[in-house]
């Protein structure tokens, strides 16, 4: 079975303290993992995907990593406007698109 | 713009009456899926459609129907069979291959 474990469950930072979000996965056969960002009482918003082991993709303060285990998902120098909850996906592979979801992180950032 | 849009935002539903909650897309993709979400928890599939006619339970269909008669259209009903249908629910939408989903801004759905 897929599973998707994202760590720490809450992180509070002040603004400009960089940190990274973890997210370890379990698939067989990576299709795509996927990172998004999701403001309270609204849907998550699509940020990264990433396809295989190495790649990185970038957006402003937010950089995404991936290896064969875990992604990462780095914030450098946050603001209060990054404060979100940051969930990551997973896709495998089969015939069907089937996502697993981590239960996310929830990112505090204090002016 | 293209999206996703679910209504209503919020939902109230009586003992033993069964909702519908609406989702239209208008990005032109061919699969569609209703998670629930609940907190400290991931979001879990209720239904998913691959195309229009054709739609396959997820992990939690129980208590849940769907249709498929339109590309841009997938409501999700919650019938009285759902005991605990207290959650917010999102509606997403995804093109082939291994495109990413994108959601629309849920509903949260509530017993009186």
């Known amino acids: 079975e897929d599973q998707v474990t994202q760590s720490p469950e809450a992180l509070r930072l002040q603004e400009g303290e960089s940190s990274s979000l973890n997210c370890s996965y379990t698939?067989?056969?990576?299709?795509?993992l996927f990172w998004y960002r999701q403001d309270p009482g609204k849907g998550p918003e699509f940020l990264f995907t990433?396809?295989?082991a190495g790649e990185e993709k970038e957006k402003e303060r937010l950089k995404a990593t991936l290896t064969k285990k875990e992604s990462f998902l780095h914030i450098t120098a946050p603001k209060p406007e990054d404060s979100a909850t940051y969930l990551c996906?997973?896709?495998?592979?089969?015939?069907?698109?089937?996502?697993?979801f981590g239960t996310g992180t929830k990112l505090q950032v204090i002016p | 713009d293209g999206g996703i849009t679910q209504s209503p935002k919020y939902l109230f539903r009586k003992e033993g009456q069964n909702v519908t909650l609406s989702c239209e897309q208008n990005?032109?993709?061919?699969?569609m899926y209703w998670y629930r979400q609940d907190p400290g928890q991931g979001l879990r599939l209720i239904y998913y459609?691959?195309?229009?006619?054709?739609?396959q339970k997820g992990d939690i269909a129980e208590g849940y129907s769907v249709s498929r008669e339109k590309k841009e259209s997938f409501p999700l009903t919650v019938t009285s069979a759902q005991k605990n249908p207290t959650a917010f629910y999102l509606c997403?939408?995804?093109?082939?291959?291994?495109?990413?989903?994108?959601f629309g801004d849920g509903t949260r759905l509530s017993i009186l």
């Open positions: 990005l032109n993709h061919d699969a």
């Open positions: 997403a939408s995804s093109g082939t291959g291994n495109q990413p989903q994108h």
């Open positions: 990433l396809y295989s």
């Open positions: 996906a997973v896709q495998a592979g089969g015939g069907y698109q089937k996502v697993t």
């Open positions: 698939v067989s056969g990576l299709r795509g």
């Open positions: 459609s691959q195309i229009v006619n054709d739609f």
